[in-house]
Every structure is written in structure tokens, then in C-alpha cells.
């Protein structure tokens, strides 16, 4: 049974909590992205090339998808706010370490300090939020914690230019000090202290399992999109993670005392955001990555140039924040997703059509769109996904969700390497010299997963979930 503390009741404690884990995690978001435009500065401090940088990026997405599965246990053992507090105690003093690091080694080991901290901060930051927040202020609260993956990844990069190009790579990290130490202010005194009087034990094999699984197939993904990387290797860690992925799904179904509990894949709702969900996160995840390398490689446009462009993404995510509620409301779970799910393949595929002439008018317009679109089909998806979730179910769907979901994300950048990559040779020359057509046909395939990811919205009935959205289909009138 569920133990909380009077902590998780304060009267207004929800709205606050909900922005304070929206706020981690988005400083948890923006740290996975910002460094990317900062990589010349850095290698030039460390006296290394910048390609060699990339094991501090991919080291912080595996640190992620190794600890992520274990918060939910550590959240029933040790209680919410203890973890979250301790997460971001973590992040923060990995966040010191990373700016004042002046090799590679140590810039690496404070990046897996920094990403077990992270990864303690995203399923416990959600199941906090999910355990004080009522059914039907549930929409309100997602759409919240959802503004974090979609805005960081496109602030990222030109917040990181701008600290770059004015100041030092290191403040980059040392922004997140102040913030993460109020931060730990807030959670520890409105974070309730909620934990399971009866838990289970640690399951070590299902940590190896799921670790295993996760490492193998983003390194893989990771590897496939790389011009210098073996297909060999890249398909040996793949065929090692899906084996791993196999033998973890077969030992947490039978374990007693599973470290991912997979009983919520029994809910349709959750399974539907689960499925159909992981591949528009991956499409929609390519996006950030594909959008800046256009503008700089294709187009000629220099780094803060891009990285204003991009913002034009994030004026459309917040721009549905405003009406998100009343659209799911007017229209329930399955028309919004199916309708707006068709929307947001069609702005992706739009970005095929642009070009170095193309004015810059029509490429805001074209980017302020989608990111209207995607906003509200994130927005959607993972409401959809809690909202037949039982209360005491919901630390093993907050895990398992947060897991795939970092996962997806990260296989998202990897996707849309592999994109170009493909687009390099349907055209016949190599990936390193990339032309306006390879991302033109980067986008095309990139939109194509966003399309397959509405037939699982399908199988949906037209009232799901109307006890969140308030919307009463003629069916069940």
C-alpha cells in the first residue's frame, strides 16, 4: 500500500509541483541538445577534434537508458521526494563537474553522473505529478510536462551558439547550479513523500536485461547513421539488443518482483500511446537534428542564423498550449489524433519543399506550423497513455513510459541520420557531402514513420478516455 506524507496533500501543491518537475525537466531536455553547438569550443579546450566529443553526447543518452528503468523501484523504496530531491542534487553537482572538467575523461565520467541524475529525474518527476494530479486535471498536467521535449531540443541549439559564440561553453553548465539548487528547495518541501510500504525486491536481472537491451539498440541506431562506422559492428549490437530485448520482455512477464512492471501494456489506451506514440516520437525527434543541419550544411546559413529559424518551432508548441484543452474536448482522443496525427506527417513532408531560395517568410510559417501540430499530437499521445492508468499502477507505467520514450527520443537523431544517409545514396555520392535534395528526401522518409504511427490510432473506440477530455461522443450519448 501506498505510504504519503502531508506534503502530497498542500492545498494548491499540484500546480506547483507540476511546473517544478516541468522545469527539471526541461533542464534534463536542454542538456541532451545544447552541447551540440558548443562541440568546436570545447574540443578546442580539451585539445582534442570535435568528432571525438560525441562519446560525452552518447554517453549521457546510455546512462539514461541504463538508470531510467530502476527510479520507479527506487521511488516505491525510498519514496518520491527523497529520489527527486537526490536526482536533482545529482544532476546539479554533475552539472559543476562537466564545467570545470579539462579533459575528455572527465568530461565523459561527469556526463554519466550527470545522466544518472537525469534519469532519476524523468520517470519520478512524472510519477510525482500523476500521483497529486486528479483524473480530470490530468490533460492540463501532461500538456505541461510534455513542453520539455518538445521545446528543448529546438532552444537547444541556438541557446548553446549564443553562450558559445558570447561567453564560455562552460556556462552552459553552469546555469543549471542555480536552477537545480532551488529546484531542490521546491522538492523537498511540496514533493509528497509518497512510497510502497510493501516493496518488491530488486530484480537484478531484468536491470541487466533492460540495460543490456537499451545500450545495444541506441548504439546500434546510434552507429547505422554514421558515415564511419561498420555495418558489422552496428548490426551486431543490434541483433544483441533485440535479443536482450526479448529475453527482458520474457523474464519481466514471468518475474514476481519485476523491475518494469508490463501489466499496463493490458491497457488499451496506454498500449496505443505506447506503439503508435514511439514512432511519431521518433519521427518528430529527427526533426531537431535534421532542421539545423538543412539550414547550415544545405542552405549555407550560419549557426545563429539556423538556431532563429528553429524558433519558429517552439512559437508553435506554445501557441497550442493555449487551446489543447478545449480541442480535446470538442473532439476526444481518437478524431484529434487521427486528423491532427495526419496534419503533423503533412508539415514534416512540407519541409522536403524547401530550399536555399525559398524566403525566409515561408520557412517561419512553414516551422510555426508544425510545431502547432506536433505540439498537440505529443500533447495528445501522452495524455492518452495515463488516462485508464489505475493510481497503483502508475509507477510501472510511469517507468516503462519514460523509458521508451527516452529511448525513442534518442533513436529519433539517429533516425534521421539514417535518413540522410539513405538520401546520400539514392542519390549516388557520399554522406559527408550532403546537398539540399538528401535532406529533401530525409524529410519525405521522416514523415512516412509520423504517418505510420495513426493506424495503431485506429483500433481506438471514439469515446477513450472522454472521463480526461470531457468530450461525449455520439456513441456513448
Known sequence: MPVSSPAAMRPGGSPLITTLVAAAL??????????ATALPQMAHS?????????????????????????????ADRIGVRTVFTAALAIFTAASMLCGVTDTLVEFTGARILQGIGGAMMVPVGRLAVLRVTPKEQLMRAISIITWPGLIAPVLGPPLGGFITTYSSWRWIFYLNVPLGLIGIVLAWRFVGSERDADCRAFDGLGFLLTGVAGTSVMYAM????????SWHSALLFLGIGLAAC???WFHLTRSAHPLIDLSAFRIKTFRVAIGGGSLFRISIAAVPFLLPLMFQVGFGMNPFQSGLLTL????????????????????????????NGAFAALTLASMSLLEPATPYGWILLALFVSGVARSLQFTAINTLGFADVPKPQMSGASTLSSTLSQMTMGMGVAAGAIALRLAAWWHGHAAHALTPADFSL???LVAALSVMAIFDVF????????????HRSKSAT
Open 46 to 74: 580539451f585539445h582534442i577534434r570535435p568528432v571525438d566529443l560525441s562519446v560525452g553526447m552518447t554517453s549521457y543518452l546510455l546512462t539514461l537508458a541504463v538508470f531510467i528503468p530502476i527510479s520507479g523501484w527506487l
Open 312 to 339: 519558429a518551432v517552439f512559437a508553435g508548441n506554445l501557441s497550442t498550449k493555449l487551446v489543447t484543452t478545449q480541442i480535446m474536448r470538442r473532439f476526444g482522443f481518437r478524431t484529434v489524433l487521427v486528423v
Open 459 to 470: 483500433t481506438l473506440s471514439s469515446d477513450a478516455g472522454q472521463h480526461v477530455t470531457g
Open 442 to 444: 530525409a524529410f519525405l
Open 222 to 229: 546510434e552507429a547505422i547513421g554514421r558515415d564511419d562506422a
Open 26 to 35: 526541461f533542464m534534463e531536455n536542454l542538456d541532451g541538445s545544447i552541447i
Open 246 to 248: 526479448a529475453a527482458a
